[in-house]
């Protein structure tokens, strides 16, 4: 194991950040928090990342309640005394539309029959399901610290039951706007997320995000163009995310106003993280011009390692049913490719710094980043 410079783990310690707002706010050593990472994040990571003084974070929208509830008292039992971050999906449901549900499904036939599959067989629905009252009700009992949503807000009065329980509550802007929308709505604090973060964009505000994204790729902010903007438009703290894996990024983003970061394909690296084969290997590859935004595997964009089917359809393509639908379909040709050991049909997500990780456990990449960013900021810091 690769050891690093020792900083304080205990909330008791204290390390000389120059803004501890969002340290005093969710008690924390390190203004570092761990993406939470639907299917990749595990208890085992959240922990490791909170016994070295950054926000342990488990994603919620890909679990089953009970299988929720088991993770969440793992981590509590793993990292007592310590704050646990839960996040989950505000999106809405759609609205059946077996058309393009045949259309994508016709896209993807030849696929099919190059595999040997039965391109008329049913596929899978997609997953993910968003917040509602049965999570709300997980959330007021086991009471995380902070609860963390992805594409704006839930109804406000789930919100305010969650605000109830004492959680701090914090979301993911990609414009000026939605900070403005989220802070106007009480959140604590606000994740700026850069076109450079993995995984699923965040927007919520405009009638087809989709449709948007897939029109004019041009309007999307960068991170250390976002940053700064919200820092001046918003009064509560701000989160970086997007582009951060090395200390280098993390003092980039605290100088230009972050409060704190949040990352996320840097711990995709960690033995604690939870990906097949075929996305490690995709992550190892990965160079800065090596990931687009697609909306193939979900029906919402998210940036991923390209692949086979990105390539060859398209990143982002109309035919594509509405999120979170559009996974089900690709499910059967990815087992079949990841089976030969190729990620032809998997979501690789990854953000655009994915080289610049270091490749460390979980606990030493968070001491790793806090050490880097603060030799970084000086003695100001």
Sequence with gaps: MTHVTHLPDHPAQTAPWPDRRLLDLFGIVHPIL?????GAGTPKLAIAVGWAGGLASLPGAMYQLDD?????????????????NVNFFCHTPPSADPVRMMRWRARLAPYYVERGLDPQATPPTGGRAPFDAAFCALVEEERPEVVSFHFGLPDPALLERVKTTGAKVISSATTVAEARWLEARGCDAIIAMGLEAGGHRATFLGDDVAGDMAGDMSRQVGTFALVPQVVDAVRVPVIAAGGIADGRGMAAALTLGASAVQVGTAFLFCPEAKIPAVHRAALEAAGDDGTALTNLFTGRPARGVMNRVMREVGPLSDDAPPFPLAGGALAPLRAAAEAEGRGDFTNLWAGQAARLAPRLPAADLTRKLAVDALSRLGPAA
């Design 34 to 38: 761990l993406g939470p990472m639907a």
């Design 68 to 84: 929720l509830r088991a993770a969440i008292k793992e981590v509590r039992a793993g990292l007592p005394g310590r704050p646990l």
